[in-house]
């Protein structure tokens, strides 16, 4: 079997880089195409990339949060230009019925509108998608990936994949004694409650052996922090031109800096997002303005640990 893996390098590459990894560890690493990374020295880019999309069983379209906005130096959507590689892949793929299309929605991303993409992709939407986000949620949302593919692909089960074993089955009442977040697996029809729970949430509807998910955003600051780096985002994309500074360095930049706030105020690593901030505020010290713009009003959580970063790297260019 064979995995192709569509994205934007501005977009998503440090996620990409991770969901690659914990797909190694469940099947040969041959079995992972990568853009550059599997492209040998010497071959012909376009015609590799047409082989491998056609050829592969599976391929994961990686949307981040700027896949379908991002632009070129004029201004225009690259999505919508008839040579750009990410279309041209994902047209590919859903044009071999063979090939199953998987949209992956990483970094709190939604599926772009009808509006937002070329008619050529449109069937992209009508795909069911799966939302990878960030810790402690990647590897349960890999492992349902992986257990997904691998139910769609038989021969895939003999991989190196071990899915965790289940607990033992408990009346859907029965809460997680480690507080409010927890699982619980009805005796019955055989579904399986899942997810983050607290306080309510969205259910999905499944049949007899269905997965049935809740899943809801907590923490405190959560909607802040998605308000923050939309404000941000939006901001890059109409951004005037610089000669001096590479748009997508900017994006890699916020993207390292998003990546490491999503894992909330308790895990994330102050002292590298002091670093990428710094880099963010030399570079572009108006996505700082933005920022601080943005956290203007009280904030909670993570996002304040922000503030104060995102102030005190404000403060130094002002020095």
């Not at 040969?28 to 853009?35: P, T």
């Not at 709190?108 to 992709?121: G, H, Q, Y």
């Not at 697996?185 to 399986?192: A, E, L, M, S, V």
């Amino acid at each position: 079997m064979k995995i192709f893996i569509s994205y934007r390098r501005a977009d998503s590459k440090y996620v990409v880089d991770r969901i690659r990894d914990r797909l190694m560890e469940a099947y040969d690493e041959d079995a992972i195409f990568r853009d550059l990374e599997s492209i040998p020295p010497g071959q012909n880019f376009s015609d590799v990339l047409k082989e491998a999309t056609t050829t592969c069983d599976v391929m994961l379209v990686v949307i981040g949060p700027q896949w379908a906005g991002i632009t070129d130096e004029q201004g225009n959507k690259r999505l919508f230009e008839l040579h750009d590689y990410t279309r041209l892949e994902v047209e590919a793929g859903l044009a071999n019925k063979k090939i199953l299309v998987i949209p992956l929605l990483v970094m709190n991303a939604r599926m772009p509108s009808i509006e937002e993409i070329p008619a050529s992709l449109a069937d992209l939407r009508f795909r069911n998608a799966i939302s990878i986000r960030n810790d402690p949620d990647f590897t349960p949302d890999m492992q349902r990936l992986i257990l997904g593919i691998n139910e769609q692909f038989p021969s895939a089960g003999n991989s190196k994949f071990q899915p965790k074993k289940e607990g033992q089955p408990m009346d859907a009442e029965k809460k997680d004694e480690k507080g409010p977040v927890g699982s619980a697996r009805i005796k019955g029809d055989q579904n399986t409650f899942s997810g983050n729970v607290s306080s309510g949430g969205i259910v999905f509807q499944g049949g007899r052996h269905k997965n049935i998910t809740i899943n809801q955003s907590t923490g405190p600051g959560s909607d802040e922090l998605a308000t923050l780096f939309d404000n941000i985002y939006k901001h890059i994309e109409t951004r005037a031109p610089d000669p001096n500074v590479d748009k997508e360095e900017i994006l890699e930049t916020v993207q390292k800096i998003q990546e490491e706030a999503a894992r909330g105020e308790k895990d994330a690593n102050e002292t590298k997002l002091t670093r990428w901030m710094d880099t963010l505020n030399k570079i572009a010290p108006d996505v700082i303005d933005v920022a601080l713009a943005s956290l203007g009003g009280p904030v909670s959580g993570v996002t304040a640990v922000l503030k104060k970063i995102a102030d005190h790297a404000h403060q130094q260019t002002q020095s």
